[in-house]
């Protein structure tokens, strides 16, 4: 779990910005909620971070360490999850970016784990309406070009919670943090329109909606590598120009 945190010292962080015509900054941001009896509460804050890191390992980026605890609602209803607010989420981030700021670093990269964050993308509206440089990390077009070149079978409609992809990701990046259960555990609901009234209850006893038992190691690794191509076009977007 060490990699969660990044190692850099300051002396780390002023000698990659000097190599760089502007210091990109790439805070991961998960969350605390059920992801059914064999993911872990911190999923979304995994997956983030194997991102971010894959990220790290390939463009000279300030990698930051992860926000753990975010919107997440929506799970409210089984033990274990933790909320903050969207208000207080979109402050935190705020506060962040503008933190990196007084230290020269102007362009900031949100990389989110959890779907239901979706105060995220005000926040980076509002910022590049300012003339800030914020970019949101990845998009669902990232993901679908992601999935395709992973052999993820089921469709990003279905693959809401818990399913092939997150089981697929861990497998990869975390396997020791997965129970037993996953490969019994698919549960389909792609029928979900009065989500934000009745929350996941409304939809899933297990608290699972996907197909996480197509879940593999390789279909992870195959995630991470495309989402870190994919990056790419962000990168030279937060770098480019005045």
Same mark, same amino acid.
């Not at 015509?21 to 991961?28: H, K, Y």
């Not at 059914?36 to 911190?42: D, H, R, T, V």
């Not at 309406?129 to 990003?156: I, K, N």
């Given at each position: 779990?060490?990699?969660?945190?990044?190692?850099?010292?300051?002396?780390?962080?002023?000698?990659?910005?000097?190599?760089?015509?502007?210091?990109?900054?790439?805070?991961?941001?998960?969350?605390?909620?059920?992801?059914?009896?064999?993911?872990?509460?911190?999923?979304?804050?995994?997956?983030?971070?194997?991102?971010?890191?894959?990220?790290?390992?390939?463009?000279?980026?300030?990698?930051?360490?992860?926000?753990?605890?975010?919107?997440?609602?929506?799970?409210?209803?089984?033990?274990?999850?933790?909320?903050?607010?969207?208000?207080?989420?979109? /402050?935190?981030?705020?506060?962040? *970016? +503008?933190? !990196? &700021?007084?230290?020269? %670093?102007?362009? #900031?990269?949100?990389?989110?784990?959890?779907?239901?964050?979706?105060?995220?993308?005000?926040?980076?509206?509002?910022?590049?309406?300012?003339?800030?440089?914020?970019?949101?990390?990845? /998009?669902?077009?990232?993901?679908? *070009? +992601?999935? !395709? &070149?992973?052999?993820? %079978?089921?469709? #990003?409609?279905?693959?809401?919670?818990?399913?092939?992809?997150?089981?697929?990701?861990?497998?990869?990046?975390?396997?020791?943090?997965?129970?037993?259960?996953?490969?019994?555990?698919?549960?389909?609901?792609?029928?979900?329109?009065?989500? !934000?009234?009745?929350?996941?209850?409304?939809?899933?006893?297990?608290?699972?909606?996907?197909?996480?038992?197509?879940?593999?190691?390789?279909?992870?690794?195959?995630?991470?590598?495309?989402?870190?191509?994919?990056?790419?076009?962000?990168?030279?977007?937060?770098?480019?120009?005045?």
């Amino acid at each position: 779990m060490s990699d969660l945190v990044p190692a850099d010292t300051t002396e780390d962080v002023r000698m990659r910005g000097a190599g760089v015509s502007r210091q990109v900054a790439v805070l991961p941001v998960g969350s605390f909620e059920q992801h059914g009896p064999y993911l872990p509460l911190a999923t979304d804050t995994l997956v983030a971070c194997a991102v971010a890191r894959e990220i790290a390992g390939a463009y000279p980026v300030h990698l930051l360490p992860p926000v753990t605890i975010s919107c997440s609602h929506e799970h409210a209803a089984w033990p274990g999850t933790v909320s903050i607010s969207a208000v207080t989420l979109h /402050a935190v981030v705020r506060d962040i *970016a +503008a933190s !990196l &700021r007084r230290s020269e %670093v102007d362009a #900031l990269v949100v990389v989110n784990g959890h779907g239901g964050n979706y105060v995220l993308g005000n926040v980076v509206q509002e910022a590049s309406a300012r003339g800030e440089r914020m970019a949101l990390f990845p /998009a669902p077009e990232d993901w679908e *070009a +992601a999935r !395709l &070149r992973a052999g993820v %079978v089921t469709s #990003l409609l279905t693959d809401m919670h818990a399913g092939e992809i997150e089981t697929s990701v861990l497998l990869h990046a975390h396997p020791e943090m997965l129970r037993p259960g996953y490969e019994t555990s698919d549960f389909v609901a792609d029928d979900r329109r009065h989500l !934000l009234t009745l929350g996941m209850s409304g939809y899933t006893d297990s608290g699972v909606i996907g197909r996480p038992s197509l879940g593999s190691a390789e279909k992870g690794k195959e995630l991470l590598a495309s989402l870190t191509e994919s990056f790419g076009t962000y990168f030279s977007m937060m770098t480019s120009g005045a």
